[in-house]
Nanobody, 123 residues
Framework: VQLVESGGGMVQPGGSLTLSCAASGFTFSFYDMSWVRQAPGKGPEWVSAINTGGGSTYYADSVKGRFTISRDNAKNTLYLHMNSLKPEDTALYYC?????????????????WGQGTQVTVSS
């Protein structure tokens, strides 16, 4: 199993970025997926989750209305479209796989994580 994030970078406040997570080594369409972020000196924060088919999406209040999670099961890829970025969105962003019997709101139910991609929002 491998999860590889990309698309991070530095952007000014109000800007946009799209993160990607390329999945391999498992049947991507069988698993719910999540994005989690961790800012320097802070614990991990759940950001968003999506069910296997992409028809159900979930967001933390801190990003609701600004971020959109999506997936392309044909390409084995998870996305996070981020708009209206704020300095407090600065963090290392990880994609994670939710175990089949697990729930996206419990980190203990995540069985694989990517290495993360850095997002920095600064003027």
């Amino acid at each position: 199993v491998q999860l590889v994030e990309s698309g991070g970078g530095m952007v000014q406040p109000g800007g946009s970025l799209t993160l990607s997570c390329a999945a391999s080594g498992f049947t991507f369409s069988f698993y719910d997926m999540s994005w989690v972020r961790q800012a320097p000196g802070k614990g991990p924060e759940w950001v968003s989750a999506i069910n296997t088919g992409g028809g159900s999406t979930y967001y933390a209040d801190s990003v609701k209305g600004r971020f959109t999670i999506s997936r392309d099961n044909a390409k084995n890829t998870l996305y996070l479209h981020m708009n209206s970025l704020k300095p407090e969105d600065t963090a290392l962003y990880y994609c994670a796989r939710v175990r089949i019997t697990g729930s996206y709101y419990r980190f203990n139910d995540y069985d694989y994580w990517g290495q993360g991609t850095q997002v920095t929002v600064s003027s």
